[in-house]
Every structure is written in structure tokens, then in C-alpha cells.
């Protein structure tokens, strides 16, 4: 088992910037693919950005490129998603999580997800 907690989401304005962390317990943190997901409000959950078990490889949704940045920390046990100049359409509850697979931008490959946190983005 793998428990993943996120935090950092808060409300910004358009333009701004959040850190998003998602710590890690339970199973050996290195061992796993680690991904964020968003869901915005009557929308289905959306793939953002996914990292490699050692950092080596990311992927990102077109609509997030060159603003988000994923990043990961295998002694913190934690993963990290900046996030800069926000936008609206940005406002989601971001999710945290962990695959088994060392790398994959598939929801159905993640095994272990956080709870959430939500990022509200205004204009």
C-alpha cells in the first residue's frame, strides 16, 4: 500500500503561481510512476503530467506545457507540481498518483491516488 497526501492548493489569480506537493508512504516511494490528475467540476478526471520512478522521463498535457513543471524528490518521498501562469480553466482538485509501472500517462495504470486538493484559479 501506498499513501499519497497532497497539499498547496489554495485560490490565485490568473497569472500566479502554486506548488503542489504530494508526500508518500508506505511502499518504497522510487518503485513507482508518480502522476497528477485533474478533475474540474462536471468534468471527467484529465491526465496533466506524469514522472518516471527516477525523473528521467515526463509527459505533460498539451494545455499545461511550458507552465507546469513536474518534479520529484525520491529521499523526500514526495512529488512536486509547480504551476505557473495560471489560468482559470486551470481550477480542478489536482490528484496525486502512484503506479506501479515506471512510467505511464494511462489513468487506469495508477494504483494509488490522494484525496485531493483543490486549486481555484481566478480572473
Known amino acids: 500500500q501506498v499513501q499519497l497526501v497532497e497539499s498547496g492548493g489554495g485560490l490565485v489569480q490568473a497569472g500566479g503561481s502554486l506548488r503542489l506537493s504530494c508526500a508518500a508512504s508506505?511502499?518504497?516511494?522510487?518503485?513507482?510512476?508518480m502522476g497528477w490528475i485533474r478533475q474540474a467540476p462536471g468534468k471527467e478526471r484529465e491526465f496533466v503530467t506524469a514522472?518516471?520512478?527516477?525523473?528521467?522521463?515526463?509527459s505533460y498535457v498539451d494545455s499545461v506545457k511550458g507552465r507546469f513543471t513536474i518534479s520529484r524528490d525520491n529521499a523526500k518521498n514526495t512529488v512536486y507540481l509547480q504551476m505557473n501562469s495560471l489560468k482559470p480553466e486551470d481550477t480542478a482538485v489536482y490528484y496525486c498518483a502512484a503506479s506501479r509501472k515506471f512510467f505511464t500517462t494511462t489513468l487506469n495504470d495508477y494504483n494509488y491516488w490522494g484525496q485531493g486538493t483543490q486549486v481555484t484559479v481566478s480572473s
Open positions: 514522472i518516471s520512478w527516477n525523473g528521467a522521463l515526463t
Open positions: 508506505g511502499r518504497t516511494f522510487s518503485n513507482y510512476g
